[in-house]
């Protein structure tokens, strides 16, 4: 899935679409998230470009993929 990281204000849809270089990007809040899905065990991979996130939840858990500046990428392992 893809998913919009956290901003600042509370702009919801088109126009909320924000870059983790924008001031409206609310980097702490949007690490507290990722880490959630890092922790999960069912999480396979995760997909966004911001170093300072990459960097906060370590273990290479949150890797750059090109064209994930805007939004991130979370993968859960398939259910057997
Ligand atoms: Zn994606």
Not at 26 to 36: K, V
Request: charged share 30%; aromatic share 8%; glycine share 8%.
């Amino acid at each position: 899935m893809d998913c919009g990281p956290v901003r600042k204000d509370d702009a919801t849809g088109q126009a909320a679409r924000v870059s983790y270089w924008d001031a409206v990007y609310d980097q702490a809040a949007t690490i507290q998230l990722l880490r959630l899905f890092a922790q999960h065990p069912e999480t396979r991979v995760i997909y966004f470009n911001d170093k300072e996130v990459q960097k906060a939840i370590g273990g290479g858990r949150v890797t750059a993929v090109p064209g994930h500046n805007d939004h991130f990428h979370v993968e859960i392992k398939r259910r057997r």
